[in-house]
């Protein structure tokens, strides 16, 4: 690999405000504010409003939609053909 073409990773905190959770991982992105972590070291911290800790698709609180009555609106309005006119 080429030097010094390639940004720096370093570990940074990841804080979800909807959740009230935080995690640590690598990360090239930086901020200026800082977050004791449980380790007692001095990590960037970034807060994100959404993250698979908030995320419905994550927790399973997705809302599951009514598809079968909307074919059957279709159905009923346009026939089983989906509008196709014969001559």
Known sequence: MKPRIHPVSRP????????GTAFLT????????????????TYPVIDVEVSSASHPFYT???RVFDTAG?????????????GAKKS
Do not use: H, K, L, P
Request: charged share 40%; net charge positive.
């Open 12 to 19: 940074v905190v990841f804080r979800d405000r909807a959740a």
């Open 26 to 41: 690598r990360s090239t992105a930086d901020s200026t504010r800082r977050v004791v972590w449980e380790d007692g070291n």
């Open 60 to 62: 399973g609180t997705g």
């Open 70 to 82: 909307r074919v059957e609106r279709f159905e009923r309005r346009y026939g089983a053909s989906g």
